[in-house]
């Protein structure tokens, strides 16, 4: 139905955000990929001499490097795993016939409103904090040894705080597709003597496929990325117990301000985002298409 | 014919889920509670926080004496609707123009878009720098109100696409029969069809915008801080400090707390990214 | 006052930047500052100088690390985002001696400021190539903070002459009642060259170690440095608090003056806050003793100053300088201990404060850190001769990424994520790279 006139003022009504989003990613990008070959630091001024390589050897080389993108790949598998669970399970329980479903619905979903910096500083502080937290108060109150979280099981920490503010997102999502599905179908299968577990297998998971590959998709965008509430909590360790690759790349541009070294380390992370995105991109262009 | 449901089912099930919501909101109930203390008092043991000692603003007074919270407020306003709505001004059109004209390339041109927000911002933060210092807009609205507006465009535009790729073509070639041209196509039947959708658009857009962190702490210093800035003195001040960052917390996230509880139906309803057919 | 909120209402509502408003008579100043007690208590003294001066400032307050992050970009990159800058000791000289930072040196000729009243230690440690680029607000070594209370019903005799580190190990486990919610010491445990090593640093000082050798090459690796991490590690798992690897000054302070801790060898200028009855709950059972010693007593107490210091990219110098020397002049200690009490007064900069008569009734205590801080001396740190300047630090750019890099390695060790060993051969390994990599070592 398309004709040639309506192509070409399609074009024009893309052509603004395709050129301002080109800009945002090039503009940067090139200038991240010139700095990545100077030896340039901040606390240095001179010439900015162009080296090569070196600054990409010293990034690899660095020792916290495999450990980042170890860290990365734990925190995202993790937050992604407990929500896209969690989220499920919490979208059929909310799911159910039940008093007060909006007030029930809105405190689910409240923590996503919250901004990570805050939701870190006051689960660092008023809950974890094992002297003063809730949670240590709790412990000893009951005789236990608190628990000192950030120091003993520091990434099972911050999946856990990323993941109460995430969660809310994927039940909301998982849980407007639950709602779009056939009641009556279900009832049929239901008539027809399939269980609950059979219902849930064969009828309410296929029907949810479709959402949780968002779900997915958009976490992973924001996870890749994750950086205040690691800044607020634990700044990226003990050790190098918690620093992702972000928070590697913030290390060495913005606290050694090596801005050579910190540009290689984002270029590689731009490549490295680049190819979880090529894989996610045909996953869900896949699922979408359907 | 909808199953009927005993009235026992419906508590149990009542009764499971608040506990499910309680849980999850208890630490925004906490540190509302905590708000209300004094900081000595904040320390205390849970119980006697709750029972055994009085409720004061002093916390709130504390706060606003140290930094003006009515001025982050009003930028944390400015910068994330208005980043929200020049999106919207971007993105309408490119939307249409891939649902309704899809070409080959629109699928690609759409994913190519949503990888560039995997962009680590930390690895682009000093070019960034360097040229907003030689446009002379650090620490300015406009400044940031781009770069977020930069940040949710592809979001905008996804989400956009999804409602707009739902709405039947046969309704907008009705409406091209009856000679409306492209801005009344868009203006006076696309727009009021997609009005659920972009309103849930629009309140993410905000939400994201306003909790916003590391560029929003990074570009400002005192003219366009928004309440990012104001929350990040509290981290660590000297002394007791529970019921400060408390009540600091709470002004920084009640209005988005309070606008999304009040739109949480528009939100819900569309917030699918075309996931529910 | 109106008309001054008028012309910012204005200029901010055009959306221009604040370079119109230096037209006017009034001025705009942005100040860039720490979330400490100090300056807090400046910030509620300032309308003062607002109201008498007719300026206005714009208070940036951040947390230490965001702050150094935040300044450190806005200079290096001359964005010209604040007028003021709060800097310490380890950066005013290295940014000085690179041009980013206004002399200051007009202050000398100023009768009414009387730099002379500041102590030269505190001057020199501010200048660099005979230049001042800050005025100090407070100045401060460490030394330790007990509990007498404790110590009597502990039996425990508070040395009167500086005890070893071994001496204080002792004290601390005698002292420990985690039951009753007392730790036997509380030492800064966060990661970060300004936070666990700094009073790591001075531990190492006193165990005979040394950051470098006389060519710049890193000891991390030495026996001296793991002894001091190993006595540094098990001290705080023997007598410190849960989750001391989350603990800076700050949170420290919070737990000493809520009574929960017997010593804690940190920074003077927290001596009139913990002293002070009405922040503090321990105001009547608190006294000092020195940092210990071991294998010798150089270097056993660190040196830092606060201070202000005005970016060369600010465009409003001179009200900058005004803000300046008000907010470090004798007026400005004075309104300060009437605001807040004498034994709140910022310490360690003048002399005429410290001997003033008030200071001394109500902060007893102030000849002892005045004399501490007097005999420090950064150029010899250490045992071995060493290349470097600075007690707890070493002033050279490329420190600021060694430090926080081996502070993380400490802290890990500190958690249990790994051990003495494991945490100073992956410092050393850094330390070298980072030597190389600034063409320090081939």
Not at chain 1, 238 to 259: E, K, R
């Amino acid at each position: 139905m398309a004709t040639k006139a309506s192509r070409s003022s399609a074009r024009l009504m893309i052509a603004p955000a395709v050129i301002l989003l080109l800009g945002w990613m090039i503009i940067p990008l090139a200038m991240t990929l010139y700095f990545s070959f100077l030896r340039y630091n901040l606390l240095q001024p001179g010439d900015n001499p162009f080296v090569g390589w070196e600054n990409y050897y010293w990034f690899f080389t660095d020792p916290s490097f495999s450990a980042a993108m170890w860290n990365t790949l734990v925190l995202v598998g993790g937050v992604l795993t407990i929500t896209t669970l969690g989220g499920i399970c919490f979208a059929l329980l909310l799911d159910r016939p039940m008093f007060g479903q909006g007030i029930i619905r809105i405190m689910v979903i409240a923590p996503f409103f919250v901004m990570p910096t805050v939701s870190g500083l006051v689960w660092k502080n008023m809950f974890m904090n094992p002297v003063n937290g809730i949670f240590g108060k709790i412990a000893s109150g009951l005789g236990f040894q608190p628990i000192d979280f950030f120091g003993q099981y520091p990434m099972a920490s911050i999946i856990f705080i990323v993941s109460w503010m995430w969660l809310p997102f994927a039940t909301l999502i998982l849980l407007t597709a639950l709602q779009s599905l056939d009641q009556e179908q279900l009832e049929a299968a239901e008539m027809d003597g399939a269980n609950w577990l059979n219902r849930f297998w064969y009828m309410m998971l296929p029907h949810l496929g479709r959402a949780i590959t968002v779900v997915i998709l958009i976490q992973t965008i924001f996870l890749l990325s994750i950086f205040a509430e690691i800044l607020v909590t634990t700044n990226g360790g003990p050790g190098v117990a918690t620093t992702n690759l972000t928070y590697l790349i913030y290390v060495s541009s913005l606290l050694q301000f090596d801005v050579g070294i910190g540009s290689a380390g984002g270029v590689v992370a731009i490549i490295l985002a680049n190819i979880v995105a090529f894989f996610l991109m045909r996953m869900i262009g896949k699922n979408l298409d359907a | 014919m909808a199953r009927a449901v005993t009235n026992k089912t419906k508590v149990w099930n009542t009764v499971t889920s608040g506990t499910l919501g309680f849980l999850m909101f208890f630490p925004i109930l906490w540190i509302l509670v905590l708000s209300f203390k004094t900081e000595e008092d904040a320390i205390r043991a849970p119980l006697e926080v709750l029972f055994a000692s009085d409720w004061t603003m002093d916390s709130f007074a504390a706060v606003q004496a140290r930094s003006d919270y009515f001025k982050h407020f009003m930028n944390s306003v400015i910068i994330s609707v208005g980043s929200t709505l020049v999106g919207l001004l971007i993105a309408i059109p490119a939307a249409w123009a891939m649902a309704f004209v899809p070409a080959k390339r629109t699928k690609d041109v759409l994913m190519w878009m949503l990888s560039t927000k995997m962009l680590p911002p930390v690895g682009v933060l000093i070019p960034i720098y360097l040229i907003f210092r030689d446009l002379g807009i650090l620490d300015s609205r406009i400044g940031l109100t781009f770069v977020l507006m930069m940040i949710n465009l592809p979001i905008i535009i996804w989400m956009l696409y999804t409602y707009f790729k739902e709405i039947p073509g046969e309704i907008l070639e009705a409406a091209r029969m009856d000679g409306a041209s492209l801005r009344e196509e868009v203006i006076y039947v696309l727009t009021p069809m997609a009005i659920p959708g972009m309103a849930s658009t629009v309140l993410l857009c905000i939400i994201l915008a306003w909790n916003e962190a590391f560029w929003t702490l990074n570009l400002t210093a005192a003219n366009a801080a928004p309440l990012t800035a104001f929350i990040a003195s509290y981290s660590s001040p000297e002394g007791l400090f529970y019921a400060k960052l408390s009540a600091a917390s709470i002004m920084a996230i009640a209005p988005i707390l309070i606008m999304g509880w009040f739109s949480q139906k528009q939100l819900v309803r569309g917030l699918t990214f075309g996931a529910v057919k | 006052m109106s008309i001054k909120k008028a012309l910012l209402t204005t200029a901010v509502g055009f959306g221009l930047s604040a370079g119109i408003a230096a037209n006017a008579m009034a001025e705009e100043i942005t100040i860039a500052t720490v979330n400490n007690a100090d300056m807090i208590t400046m910030q509620e003294l300032a309308p003062a100088w607002e109201e008498a001066t007719g300026n206005t400032i714009n208070w940036v307050v951040l947390e230490e690390n965001v702050l150094r992050q935040r300044t450190t970009t806005d200079i290096a990159t001359g964005g010209g985002s604040f007028d003021i800058m709060f800097i310490g000791a380890y950066e005013t000289p290295i940014w000085g001696a690179k041009g980013w930072l206004t002399p200051l040196n007009d202050f000398a000729e100023d009768a009414d400021y009387d730099l002379e009243d500041v102590f030269p230690l505190v001057r020199n440690g501010l200048s660099a190539d005979g230049n001042l680029y800050a005025l100090p607000l407070y100045s401060e070594t460490s030394f330790t903070f007990y509990r007498t209370d404790l110590f009597e019903a502990a039996g425990i005799e508070a040395p009167t002459s500086q005890p070893t580190y071994e001496e204080f190990a002792e004290m601390a486990a005698k002292l420990h009642d985690p039951e009753n919610g007392i730790y036997g010491t509380c030492q800064r445990g966060k990661a970060g060259w300004g936070e666990n090593m700094a009073f790591v640093g001075t531990v190492a000082n006193a165990f005979g170690a040394d950051w470098f050798d006389m060519d710049w090459n890193p000891q991390l690796d030495s026996p001296e440095w793991n002894a001091a991490v190993t006595y540094y590690v098990d001290l705080m798992t023997n007598s410190g608090p849960p989750g001391a690897s989350a603990n800076g000054h700050n949170e420290n302070r919070a737990l000493f003056k809520d009574g929960k801790c017997a010593t804690w060898v940190d920074a003077t200028s927290a001596a009139g806050d913990v002293r002070n009855p009405e922040t503090s709950s321990v105001a009547d059972t608190t006294d000092f003793f020195q940092a210990p010693q071991q294998v010798t007593d150089k270097g056993t107490g660190w040196f830092w100053s606060w201070a202000l210091a005005i970016p060369a990219s600010s465009q409003k110098t001179d009200t900058a300088k005004e803000f300046l020397k008000w907010a470090t002049s004798k007026e400005y200690f004075e309104a300060v201990g009437e605001a807040k009490g004498w034994v709140a007064v910022p310490s360690g900069t003048r002399k005429s404060v410290e001997e003033d008569a008030r200071r001394l009734e109500a902060a007893p205590f102030a000849e002892t850190i005045v004399e501490a801080i007097l005999s420090v001396n950064p150029a010899d740190p250490t045992r071995d001769p060493v290349p470097y300047t600075g007690v707890q630090f070493v002033a050279i750019p490329e420190f600021q990424g060694i430090g926080n890099y081996v502070g993380q390695q400490v802290a890990a060790a500190l958690a249990g994520q790994s051990t003495v060993e494991e945490a100073l051969a992956n410092s050393q390994k850094f330390a070298v790279r980072e030597m190389t990599k600034a063409g320090y070592i081939k």
